[in-house]
């Protein structure tokens, strides 16, 4: 998963996007969007109980190794001007959420027959998110604005917690 940068050891991952926006007509535009995003492991699954001078003996042992959490989006929409004050949009959306951090058990075997277990991070889990949103933008007059907006959204997966795996 590693590859060498100046001497070290680096990972790197390419992260695309591309947006699209087309008008229909004088009124309404189509929208489209399409992105991978990452966000990084938080600290304490990464570098919890690494030096032998951890003070809390019931932390699971960090992973070095543990990739980004990755989210796939698309977006469908379109965006409709009733009138000169009123804007109302319509979206459909879906997330696949990858590589999710996961506390798990693990048996490590010695080097005479004895095993010793520990709990550290993974990445196991993962969600699936589809849903509509729809927003309504009222102008009032030159100083006011307002809007309304909401969803419905569908989510599947598998844990809802790290620690929800523990064996």
Known sequence: DTFTLFGRR?????SPRLG?????????TLFFS??????L????????????????SNLPVGNPN???ETTVAYELGIRNQLSGNDVLSVTAFYKDIFDYVTEKSVQRVLSRGTSQSYTTYLNTDYVRVRGLEVEYKKRVGNWFRGSVSGSYSIATGKSSTPNENIV
């Open 41 to 56: 492991p938080r600290p304490q699954f990464v570098y919890s109980k690494l030096n032998q001078t951890s003070v809390r």
């Open 20 to 28: 699209i926006s087309h008008p229909i007509s004088d009124n309404q």
């Open 10 to 14: 680096a990972k790197a991952r390419i």
């Open 66 to 68: 543990l990739n980004p």
């Open 34 to 39: 399409y992105g991978h995003f990452s966000k």
